[in-house]
């Protein structure tokens, strides 16, 4: 059986996709080792998969 690889209305593979989202961590989102807490990194993972591409009709909302 062959794989279909989903496209966008450009024609490229779902995998030419990119989404890059940056923060700043601030002493909010760290503990007392100085490190990120899990939450909130997670949170962040969450913020990036809901993110839409820009282009689409989520994203002109």
Do not use: C, Q, W
């Given at each position: 059986?062959?794989?279909?690889?989903?496209?966008?209305?450009?024609?490229?593979p779902?995998?030419?996709?990119?989404?890059?989202?940056?923060?700043?961590?601030?002493?909010?989102?760290?503990?007392?080792y100085?490190?990120?807490?899990?939450?909130?990194?997670?949170?962040?993972?969450?913020?990036?998969?809901?993110?839409?591409?820009?282009?689409?009709?989520?994203?002109?909302?």
């Amino acid at each position: 059986m062959t794989e279909h690889l989903s496209t966008s209305s450009s024609g490229k593979p779902t995998s030419y996709s990119r989404v890059t989202l940056s923060r700043i961590m601030t002493a909010v989102d760290v503990n007392l080792y100085g490190t990120v807490h899990g939450g909130v990194l997670m949170k962040f993972v969450d913020d990036v998969a809901g993110a839409p591409r820009p282009g689409t009709a989520a994203a002109r909302r």
